[in-house]
């Protein structure tokens, strides 16, 4: 039985985007002993005008933390009112099965970082569906419905149910008003046994690791190859590549510009970085 992950985060929060290699490489090493589901925790109800600028610099400071690419942007071009309805649309997308919230996650994340997309609205949000290869028709009803809302409502109360293992570590963010909740990515891993065992924000990979063993996973994957990782991921960010593949800087660009020089790959320009998919 797969140890049960469950991974607090939001659509548009930039630390988690700054752990998506991190999150790329844990997949890799524990496989299919690791069962994700995504708890929504909502960043903002409301944003106002007053926090753009602030979310412009921060963005900018996780791109050159992380080195993900980042277009903050959108925060001076077609600001997002809040990121409750994104956080919707993955619940809606999890009707469709694990896989299908996975792949709207990920498209709502490149959507707002990356393509300064304004994903606050249901036509949006459709479109995003159809192009994550959900179905459009059964995703716009679930959208809709009081079911999402309340899935939506019982991740918000989750998020906002911190535990003593949070507040322990300093682990807490009253960001933009809201009550108290966890920091943005955290996770809980349970096995057979039921116990939580934490990992909280985007620092330390290997506190990610032991929280994974503590609760029964065992890792057995190692590096892929560049192409292998992206028929398994899809479209990966070049700190993704690196991290999955186990590529150095100076290798891991010469490979990618190799496959690119021999339409293998596609490469996608982004304000700070590169979006890499097969061709």
């Given at each position: 039985?797969?140890?049960?992950?469950?991974?607090?985060?939001?659509?548009?929060?930039?630390?988690s985007w700054a752990f998506e290699p991190s999150l790329r490489r844990l997949t890799v090493e524990f496989g299919a002993d690791l069962s994700f589901t995504y708890v929504m925790g909502g960043l903002a109800r409301d944003y106002d005008a007053a926090a753009h600028?602030?979310?412009?610099?921060?963005?900018?400071?996780?791109?050159?933390?992380?080195?993900?690419?980042?277009?903050?942007?959108?925060?001076t071009e077609a600001p997002i009112a809040s990121t409750y309805p994104a956080c919707m649309g993955v619940k809606a997308a999890a009707e469709q099965g694990p896989a299908a919230a996975e792949r709207m996650l990920r498209a709502l994340r490149e959507g707002l970082l990356c393509r300064r997309r304004k994903l606050d609205a249901t036509e949006a949000l459709v479109e995003e569906a159809r192009g994550a290869g959900l179905d459009a028709s059964r995703y716009r009803v679930d959208l809709g419905s009081h079911a999402t809302v309340?899935?939506?409502?019982?991740?918000?109360?989750?998020?906002?149910?911190?535990?003593?293992?949070?507040?322990?570590?300093?682990?807490?963010?009253?960001?933009?008003?809201?009550?108290?909740?966890?920091?943005?990515?955290?996770?809980?891993?349970?096995?057979?046994?039921?116990?939580?065992?934490?990992?909280?924000?985007?620092?330390?990979?290997?506190?990610?690791r032991r929280a994974a063993e503590a609760a029964g996973a065992t890792a057995s994957g190692g590096d892929l190859g560049v192409e292998e990782a992206l028929r398994r991921f899809g479209r990966l960010a070049t700190a993704e590549v690196r991290a999955v593949c186990g590529l150095p800087g100076p290798r891991l660009h010469a490979e990618l510009w190799r496959l690119a020089a021999e339409w293998r790959l596609k490469p996608t320009r982004v304000l700070t970085g590169w979006l890499w998919e097969l061709a």
């Open positions: 039985m797969p140890v049960q992950v469950r991974y607090y985060t939001d659509p548009a929060c930039s630390s600028g602030w979310l412009l610099r921060h963005w900018l400071e996780r791109a050159g933390s992380s080195t993900m690419p980042i277009d903050p942007r959108l925060w309340e899935a939506f409502g019982a991740d918000l109360d989750e998020a906002r149910n911190v535990p003593q293992e949070a507040h322990a570590a300093g682990q807490v963010s009253d960001a933009w008003g809201s009550r108290p909740r966890l920091v943005f990515p955290s996770a809980s891993f349970a096995g057979a046994d039921g116990v939580r065992h934490w990992a909280f924000g985007a620092s330390d990979l290997s506190a990610w």
